[in-house]
Nanobody
């Protein structure tokens, strides 16, 4: 299973970006999908997560970021509005993916390679 992100870049404060992440491979099903971020010298933190039709956000992004999902295409998106310099980080897609094994099915956590978001004037 692979997660491939896209959509990062350089944007001015107050601007918007939309991140995309698509999962591919031998996927039986995907439960939760999420976005994390990690700034230099900081720990990776959860930004937003969607599962079973509900979503939750970190307090720092609530009202500015929106996570959405395309189940048919195993994709998740993060619409980021009103971006601030403190949003600058590498953003990572994460998915809880059920795959087929010789014993049946099993769930694993997968990560994308990360996409850089830089908010600066």
């Amino acid at each position: 299973v692979q997660l491939v992100e896209s959509g990062g870049g350089l944007v001015q404060p107050g601007g918007s970006l939309r991140l995309s992440c698509a999962a591919s491979g031998s996927i039986v099903s995907i439960s939760a999908m999420a976005w994390y971020r990690q700034a230099p010298g900081e720990e990776r933190e959860l930004v937003a997560i969607t599962s079973a039709g509900s979503s939750n956000y970190a307090g720092s992004v609530k009202g500015r970021f929106t996570i959405s999902r395309d189940n048919a295409n195993n994709a998740v998106y993060l619409q980021m509005n009103s971006l601030k310099p403190e949003d600058t980080a590498a953003y990572y897609c994460n998915a809880a993916v059920r795959v087929a094994t010789i014993e049946g099915t099993r769930q694993f956590q997968y990560w994308g390679q990360g996409t850089q978001v830089t908010v600066s004037s």
